[in-house]
C-alpha cells in the first residue's frame, strides 16, 4: 500500500466551481505539503502545515485554501476554479525529526478546469 | 527570481556511460540540497541529499557534487541505464523545512 495517497487521481472541472483534493498519509509524518507541477515550471509550493494546527502559505497561495483534518490528512480546496489552475498537484509529507530534509510525494493528481 | 537553476532541459546519454546533471542556486541560506527523480504519472522520489558542509555524497551509482564557492550542484550516474530516463529534478533547502525546487532536466538513456 502507498504511504501518500491522494484523490482524485484525475479531475476535470469547470470555471468557477469548487473543488477539494485530498492527501492522506500512513507514514505517521507530521509536516505535510501541497505543491502543483506546470510544464517547464517544475514544483512549487503552494501551502504546507507542520502540524494540525499550523498551515502556512507557500510560494503561490492565491487561490488556494487547506486544511488539516488531522495529522494524517492534508486537503486543498480551489474556492473556484479557473483555468490557469489546471496543473498536476502532489501532496509530500516529512518527518519533522529527518535532518536531512527529504520529503515524500504522493502520486499527484492531474487537474483541468475547463 | 528563480533561485534553483536547471538550464538545461533535456539529456541523452548512451547506456553505460556517465549521466553529468547540473543545478545552480543562488541563496546561501541553502543548508541542504536534494535530487529526485521522477516518472511520468508517479510523484517524485528521494534520490540523494547533500549537506551544505560536505562536497560529496555518494549512493550506489549516484554521486552528487558540491562546489559552494560556485553556487553549483551536480548529480553523476555511473555507469546509466535505460531505467533511470525520468525528469530529474534538484531542490534546496534553507531551514525552514521547505524545498524550493528547479525545472527540471529530462534524462533519457538510450541503449
Known amino acids: 500500500d502507498a504511504d501518500v495517497t491522494q484523490t482524485p487521481r484525475n479531475r476535470i472541472t469547470k470555471t468557477g466551481k469548487r473543488i477539494m483534493l485530498e492527501c492522506s498519509q500512513t507514514?505517521?509524518?507530521?509536516?505535510m505539503y501541497w505543491y502543483r507541477q506546470d510544464p517547464g515550471l517544475g514544483l512549487r509550493l503552494i501551502y504546507y502545515?507542520?502540524?494540525?494546527?499550523?498551515?502556512n502559505k507557500g510560494e503561490i497561495s492565491d487561490g488556494y485554501s487547506v486544511s488539516r483534518q488531522a495529522q494524517a490528512k492534508f486537503s486543498l480546496s480551489l474556492e473556484s476554479a479557473i483555468p490557469n489552475q489546471t496543473a498536476l498537484y502532489f501532496c509530500a509529507t516529512r518527518a519533522s525529526g529527518d535532518d536531512q530534509e527529504t520529503q515524500y510525494f504522493g502520486p499527484g493528481t492531474r487537474l483541468l478546469v475547463l | 527570481d528563480q533561485q534553483v537553476k536547471q538550464n538545461s532541459p533535456s539529456l541523452s546519454v548512451q547506456e553505460g556511460r556517465i549521466s553529468i546533471l547540473n543545478c545552480d542556486y543562488t541563496?546561501?541560506?541553502?543548508?541542504?540540497f536534494l535530487w529526485y527523480k521522477k516518472y511520468p504519472a508517479e510523484g517524485p522520489t528521494f534520490l540523494i541529499s547533500i549537506s551544505s558542509i560536505k562536497d560529496k555524497n555518494e549512493d550506489g551509482r549516484f554521486t552528487v557534487f558540491l562546489n559552494k564557492s560556485a553556487k553549483h550542484l551536480s548529480l553523476h550516474i555511473v555507469p546509466s541505464q535505460p531505467g533511470d530516463s525520468a525528469v530529474y529534478f534538484c531542490?534546496?533547502?534553507?531551514?525552514?523545512?521547505?524545498?524550493?525546487f528547479g525545472k527540471g532536466t529530462m534524462l533519457l538513456v538510450s541503449p
Open positions: 531542490a534546496g533547502s534553507s531551514g525552514y523545512s521547505t524545498l524550493t
Open positions: 502545515s507542520f502540524d494540525v494546527k499550523d498551515i
Open positions: 541563496n546561501s541560506m541553502f543548508d541542504y
Open positions: 507514514k505517521g509524518h507530521d509536516r
